[in-house]
């Protein structure tokens, strides 16, 4: 089943909310950084306890983890729109393949069938 162009709007419309949402989450977190920055609450762990340390450590280690992942689903997601633009959208970019609405309507950005993802991720190439 070819991918309508109502469904493929609806879909787009889903991955520029998605878009938005992870830029203003970004945006957020630089302005709570500025904040904290010029309140002074970053430390330079001088006088901390140990434990207290360690703690803010991994909150920062936790905080650039979703960082990387939301900045690899931003990108994408990016790319996803430029296939829609490019007509490519909904086609594997593997095997040429008709992409199911179901796993798109589940990953809207997703670039592989659910069976060239899974050889992709193992390292497999076609």
Not at 70 to 85: H, N, P, Q, V
């Amino acid at each position: 089943m070819s991918l309508t162009k109502e469904k493929q709007e609806e879909l787009k419309t889903r991955l520029e909310k998605m878009k938005q949402s992870i830029e203003q989450k970004q945006e957020n977190s630089i302005l709570d950084e500025s904040l904290r920055e010029s309140t002074g609450e970053i430390t330079s762990g001088i006088g901390n306890h140990l434990a207290e340390g360690n703690a803010e450590r991994v909150e920062r280690e936790q905080e650039q983890t979703f960082e990387q992942i939301d900045e690899k689903l931003l990108g994408e997601i990016e790319e996803a729109l430029e296939r829609m633009e490019e007509g490519t959208y909904g086609t594997c970019v593997d095997t040429g393949e008709e992409i199911p609405y179901e796993r798109l309507e589940a990953l809207p950005y997703a670039k592989r069938t659910a069976q060239a993802q899974e050889k992709y991720d193992k390292g497999e190439r076609f």
